[in-house]
């Protein structure tokens, strides 16, 4: 054969077996997977050209302009950390930067914790708070060997579920929301934590709960706490929002101190997404609370091990400016302003929205919104109202009626209002 038959003859047999190989694709039977609840709100929201379009889905704060907030104390640590010419870009340790890991367990935990006292503590630096629940997770689908069911709160934060099933767990839920009372089913959710199984986890949010922004109260918790010793069950806090609750940094941690000073152990899951400001540099951390130093070591060093699998080193920037305000005197009092200015104005949006509400005669009762906390309302609005919030109005909320009261100002809170009102007077549910 020729040499150039030879060729003919390489290349039409190699062109066959490319049309073969790409005739069936490896991945033709993977799903198509639903878009993200939260975050595909934002890309309607951004793709919708009406005037009056409103975002009130994802959970990110807004000035009264409806822009993006840059807090001051994060400007003035972003500048020293421009001007520092001592700063390289070598990777982090794996379980991050110890100043900053330590300046969020103080943070949460509170100085004169006992838990830091008897150095029975360790912190690891996550992917923001999602990061850190992912890390917890996974690190008790490992080692926790009590039980293998993990309960979340019912409504609840999507992410939860996912976060926990994915690394193996039985996802269960508790009641939480009483439709009733607009508030929160207490009965409900301590007798789900009699009849769980000894040792269970139960994904407890320290403040401003999402989706409902409604907390137990402290003796609700002194309850939570009893059971859940009765029980054995396993304390697993989220807490994404301390500080941006209540304006008051010590208040929005007291859950979490409460349990660590009835002896528990416990992991408490931190963001930094919200009182910073700091949404897409994704600093967080995961403090673990053990019964002795040499625990919290070992349990740490295991957390290294699977961190360096999976992120391998923690992202540097967020949590340097983190860093900066956590261990400044200044810079922490300047922050604590510019949380108190971000919780009034949304409490501001909660009684106006009230107050329009109440004018328009709206059938039902409204006062939840004024009495829950933090970032979201849950209305009680149903999914077909939802639908018409969003078709007619070009209100973007999720489907289960939370509304992000950081999307509210006094430009668009009459326009809301009103479409509200009319669905809950036209939209049969
Ligand atoms: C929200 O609930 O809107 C935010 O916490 C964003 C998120 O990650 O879901």
């Not at 003919?8 to 049309?19: F, R």
């Not at 822009?67 to 421009?82: G, M, N």
Request: proline share 5%; net charge neutral; glycine share 6%.
């Amino acid at each position: 054969m020729s040499s150039s038959n030879r060729l003919k003859q390489i290349t039409h047999h190699l062109t066959t077996n490319m049309t073969e190989l790409g005739s069936i694709s490896i991945f033709k039977e993977v799903p198509q997977a639903p878009p993200d609840a939260i975050f595909h709100l934002t890309a309607q929201y951004k793709a919708d050209t009406n005037p009056n379009k409103i975002n009130i889905g994802v959970g990110a704060f807004r000035t009264e302009e409806l822009k993006p907030y840059i807090l001051p104390v994060v400007k003035k640590a972003k500048a020293i950390l421009h001007n520092d010419e001592t700063l390289d870009h070598e990777y982090l340790p794996i379980a991050g930067t110890k100043s900053f890991t330590n300046a969020a367990v103080r943070l949460i935990l509170g100085e004169n914790s006992p838990a830091i006292k008897e150095n029975r503590f360790a912190g690891v630096q996550t992917i923001s708070g999602t990061g850190a629940n992912h890390t917890g997770a996974m690190f008790l689908s490992h080692f926790y060997h009590k039980s293998k069911k993990c309960y979340i709160s019912n409504p609840t934060w999507a992410n939860h579920r996912s976060i926990f099933s994915l690394v193996g767990f039985e996802v269960e839920e508790y009641p939480y929301w009483n439709p009733e009372t607009r508030g929160l089913n207490y009965e409900g959710l301590l007798q789900t934590m009699r009849t769980a199984p000894e040792g269970s986890i139960f994904v407890l949010h320290a403040c401003a709960h999402n989706p409902t922004g409604v907390d137990p109260t402290r003796d609700q918790w002194k309850g939570i706490a009893d059971v859940m010793r009765e029980k054995n069950h396993f304390p697993f806090f989220d807490c994404a929002y301390q500080g941006f609750a209540s304006g008051d940094l010590d208040n929005d941690a007291w859950a979490v101190r409460y349990f660590v000073e009835q002896g528990f152990e416990l992991f408490v899951c931190q963001s930094f997404a919200k009182n910073f400001g700091l949404y897409g540099e994704r600093a967080g951390n995961l403090t673990i609370v053990a019964k002795s130093p040499e625990d919290a070591n070992r349990v740490l060093s295991q957390i290294e091990k699977l961190q360096r699998a999976e992120i391998s080193n923690p992202p540097a920037f967020g949590s340097r400016i983190v860093d900066i305000v956590l261990n400044d005197k200044a810079l922490y009092q300047e922050w604590t302003e510019n949380l108190k200015y971000m919780s009034h104005r949304i409490i501001e949006m909660r009684k106006a929205l009230h107050h329009h509400l109440v004018e328009l005669k709206t059938p039902g009762t409204w006062n939840h919104i004024t009495d829950q906390i933090g970032m979201f309302s849950f209305t009680g609005l149903k999914t077909p109202q939802v639908k018409v919030l969003r078709e007619k109005y070009h209100i973007y909320l999720t489907d289960n009626g939370r509304i992000s009261m950081a999307g509210v100002s006094s430009t668009n809170v009459a326009y809301l209002a009103k479409a509200i009102d009319d669905v809950v007077r036209h939209v049969s549910v």
